[in-house]
């Protein structure tokens, strides 16, 4: 089994955040070599700001992954911004801890260099994110409700 060293950081000030302990089981569920990676929730601001730098886009999304290094194991930043997720589960009608999960495992996915933007690496990278969301009792997250 795979170690996991993972800090999270809270910069958001929303209510209802999941625990460490929440964040640390999701991440370690997604995790296939040593890891070591800092979660950060943000609010819309600073994910917007972070969006627009590295992305060049002028808004706030769910999830943003900043891969570092694979030796002489993973790293890697994932920065979840709080109010997008709040939105998303109210609009696809999931519960909030559902979404946060699916999150955090696809931030680390992403870590592990699976991609979304290739129609067949995103059919490989969503089976998997079932995959691993299923087993940790949540539905599937692709499934529209």
């Not at 795979?2 to 997604?30: E, G, I, M």
């Amino acid at each position: 089994m795979p170690n996991l060293n993972l800090a999270v950081q809270y910069a958001s000030t929303l209510a209802d955040l999941p625990s460490r302990s929440q964040f640390r089981l999701w991440a370690k569920a997604a995790i296939r070599v040593n890891t070591e990676a800092t979660i950060r929730i943000v609010d819309e601001a600073e994910g917007r700001e972070l969006n627009k730098a590295y992305r060049g886009k002028d808004y706030a999304t769910n999830v943003l992954t900043f891969p570092l290094t694979e030796e002489p194991h993973l790293m890697g930043d994932i920065i979840i911004c709080a109010p997008v997720v709040a939105a998303e589960a109210l609009a696809q009608n999931k519960p909030l801890v559902a979404h946060y999960a699916h999150l955090t495992v696809h931030g680390i996915l992403h870590l592990h260099g699976y991609d979304h933007e290739v129609e067949a690496q995103a059919e490989l990278m969503e089976g998997l994110e079932t995959a691993i969301i299923t087993k940790l009792g949540y539905a599937d997250p692709y499934l529209i409700t």
